[in-house]
């Protein structure tokens, strides 16, 4: 399982989103509930919101997830010499692609809206 985002929630606690491979399949576990996630969720939007992944840029291994076949996601954190607080991206690699890099809070929102509207549709 890796955790992917944290954030306050509507009583001021801290609450953390995992990502976990299940049978091949890509589940998210937000507020302690699983929810699937579409197939090729997780492509489309890395490929949707991403980046090529700068491989210079000094960044931090905070833990990985294989997720099949050639694939991978990685969890870094990336002090820029502007910022003052360090951001979470994640990092989707492929095979035979080039590796791509978005805001972890971004791709964690953008599956956790894709993951609810699969359940609700049953």
Not at 8 to 21: C, D, E, K, P, Q
Not at 56 to 75: D, P, V
Request: net charge negative; proline share 2%; hydrophobic share 45%.
């Amino acid at each position: 399982m890796l955790k992917i985002h944290e954030y306050s929630s509507a009583n001021g606690s801290l609450s953390s989103v995992y990502l976990r491979s299940v049978e091949g399949e890509l589940e998210m576990i937000a507020d302690d509930r699983p929810l699937a996630l579409p197939n090729g969720a997780l492509r489309a939007v890395l490929t949707r919101y991403g980046a090529p992944f700068d491989t210079e840029a000094h960044s931090s291994l905070i833990a990985s997830l294989q997720l099949g076949a050639g694939e991978s996601l990685r969890h870094v954190r990336h002090l820029a010499g502007y910022d003052v607080i360090a951001r979470d991206y994640l990092v989707y690699e492929l095979a035979n692609g080039e590796a791509l890099c978005a805001l972890a809070a971004t791709v964690a929102a953008a599956l956790l809206h894709l993951g609810q509207a699969q359940a609700a549709r049953g």
